[in-house]
């Protein structure tokens, strides 16, 4: 009797930033949600498309929990879809924006 050959997973094609073939690993991004203490400060919700895997939370989650003034990020994955990313904090929007686009992602308005 043979065992089956399983072939390797692809690639992730373009629309996932995080896991194209030349992008270069985030370390500590593997969660699927990343979420830090809860703090005082207003929360703003953003809409962020080409996300498509928990790396791409992870990433998403540390480059804006980053920020100075950010004290709490949730990421709600919609594979493939708009996910809701909440930033409660005093970070300036622009800011916010600014680092989830410079991670690879787009911020869509409205």
């Known amino acids: 009797m043979t065992e089956p050959m399983s072939s390797p997973l692809p690639m992730a094609s373009g629309g996932c930033s995080c896991c194209a073939p030349d992008a270069a690993p985030t370390p500590g ?30 990433t998403i989650a540390g480059a804006v929990s980053a920020l100075h003034g950010v004290n709490d990020v949730k990421v709600e994955l919609v594979a493939g879809g708009i996910s809701p990313v909440t930033v409660t904090g005093a970070a300036s929007s622009n800011t916010v924006r600014a680092a989830i686009e410079e991670a690879g992602y787009r911020v869509l308005t409205s």
């Open 29 to 58: 991004s593997d969660a699927a949600e990343a979420s830090f203490p809860a703090a005082s400060g207003t929360s703003t919700t953003y809409r962020v498309e080409g996300m498509t895997c928990g790396h791409c939370v992870g």
